[in-house]
């Protein structure tokens, strides 16, 4: 839905100069351009480049590039409206806010350097607004000054995701970032890869705190338990005491407890060393379909397949827990391969439309994910081989292990994506989920977070799966495409 202020768009002629190229150059038809749409110099009729702002897009660590993020300028000059709290129903058809005059998409790496951009034939002026956006992810800015026929550098200052709600520069005008929640587990360490990503640490915090990240821990998960309290001092600026249960994030097994998915943009479940399915009711899958169906996002890694394939491990009271994502994917054991390559599947399109474009992301220079096109080094006693096939029809198939490129001589996916709900057509999808079978941030650490990831001074470097769930972390956050 369009911002109310973008109703107060007036006609403008043409007063710019006799380069405006917003009613063919001539600049005398009524309604020929509103606001900004008449600071667009026809620099191509005075045989000059276009007026065009250049950059790349970072994560809010200011180093790693990002694909497929949004850079435009809207029609109007001011902030825009803050996003609606909760989880949203979010697809591509959707009209970005701000009526925006010239849009574009950061580069995969395939044919210019990832995360790069370039706007042409933007406005030019004071005062000229830019916005940087993925989901919730937003940053805006206003340029002081625009030349006409020339082109401007942004600095990664500028371009980067917040890593703050106040992470401001001298040209940011506002900030924006989804809420995340993250189950942690004991088998895997998904909470870490956010300070890693940049993101500050005022804003990990537990779910009575202000930051845009809560921690959960699964208390009565038995050996899955994750990591469950903040260090106290030792530089810590983050949130304080003992993590809430994750069993109020997603709802206990009393009658009407919808716990609080609804709250969040996204929820990132890690690896618990087992299903727990002692701690998920099937009140509590049932929520965490719903809050997917609505628009959430979830990413779930290895053992909470549960989620997906009912409860095999724990059949408590002698009830499995059924599915409730019914044929997406068959299960079978825990088997773990020898260290091997994780292969992008980049063969057909229609299996994962964004194969091509992740692939090339990953082998990028300033990337590094890669050393050879579509292949993820995985390392030792992180793979594993619960999921057996992915039904194609209803799932994107991101990753793979092939029999070829590991010694045990395995196969299985390794990483896919579905929208949802599943069971509706495409046009009626809003969230997506991710279901990753390797731990991908390896073991869960000892002591309390941040602690827990290593030394907490100098955050660990991003190895290449943690990569590859980068791309994945900001890809859950964009709109659903329900062009299928």
């Known amino acids: 839905m369009r911002s109310p202020w973008i109703m107060l768009l007036v006609a403008c002629g043409g007063h710019h100069n006799s380069g405006n190229g917003g009613d063919g150059g001539n600049g005398n038809g009524p309604d020929a351009c509103v606001d900004l749409q008449c600071q667009v110099t026809n620099c191509a009729a005075m045989s000059k480049p276009p007026t065009t702002i250049k950059g790349t897009v970072f994560a809010p660590n ?11 300028v809207p029609s109007m000059q001011g902030v825009l409206p803050a ?11 959707d009209n970005l806010p701000g009526d925006p005059i010239v849009t574009t998409t950061t580069s995969d790496g395939s044919t210019t350097p990832a995360g790069s ?98 921690l959960f821990s699964d208390l009565q998960a038995g050996r899955g338990k994750g990591v469950s309290a903040f260090q106290n001092g030792g530089g810590w600026t983050g949130g304080t005491g003992s ?51 609505v628009g959430g996002r979830v990413f779930m890694s290895h053992w909470h397949n549960v989620w997906i394939e009912g409860s095999t491990q724990d059949t408590t009271n002698g009830t499995q827990k059924p599915m409730v994502w019914p044929a997406i994917a068959t299960y079978s054991d825990n088997s773990r391969p020898d260290p091997g390559n994780g292969t992008i599947d980049t063969i057909d399109e229609t299996d994962n439309p964004k194969g091509p474009s992740f692939a090339s992301w990953m082998l990028d ?30 799932a994107e198939d991101w990753v793979n292990l092939l029999a070829t490129d590991n010694p045990s001589g395995k196969s299985g996916p390794q990483m896919f994506q579905f929208t949802t709900p599943n069971e509706d057509d495409p046009s009626q999808r809003c969230g997506k989920v991710v279901f990753s079978d390797m731990h991908v941030s390896g073991n869960a650490g000892s002591g309390s977070y941040p ?14 799966q943690e990569k590859a769930l980068a791309f994945m972390f900001f890809d859950i956050a964009s709109c659903v495409n329900v062009v299928q």
């Open 83 to 93: 996003f609606a709290p909760g989880v949203q129903c979010g697809q591509c058809s």
């Open 451 to 464: 602690t827990s990831c290593g030394d907490p001074a100098t955050p660990a470097a991003l190895t290449p």
């Open 117 to 214: 951009f370039e706007l042409d034939n933007i406005p030019d002026g004071d005062n000229i607004p830019v916005v940087i956006t993925i989901g919730k992810w937003r940053r805006q800015l206003k340029l002081a000054h625009v030349d006409a026929c020339s082109s401007t550098s942004l600095a990664a200052v500028d371009t980067s995701l917040p890593k703050s709600i106040d992470d401001m520069t001298p040209n940011t005008t506002a900030v924006d970032m989804p809420l995340i929640a993250i189950s942690t587990g004991s088998a895997d360490s998904l909470e870490c890869l956010v300070r890693r990503l940049g993101i500050a640490d005022k804003e990990i915090t537990t779910d009575t705190e202000s930051g845009h990240i809560h």
């Open 62 to 72: 200011g180093t790693l590039p990002l694909y497929d993020v949004s850079v435009y």
């Open 243 to 293: 993590f809430s249960d994750s069993q109020a994030l997603w709802g206990t097994s009393t009658a009407g407890d919808k716990g609080k998915l609804s709250n969040y943009d996204i929820v990132i479940l890690s690896c618990e060393g087992e299903q727990a399915a002692n701690t998920k009711s099937q009140n509590a899958m049932n929520n965490m379909k719903a809050f997917a169906d």
């Open 365 to 394: 220079p300033a990337v590094t994910g890669s050393t050879t096109r579509d292949k993820i080094a995985i390392q030792d006693g992180t793979a594993k081989n619960t999921c057996t096939a992915i039904d194609k029809t209803k």
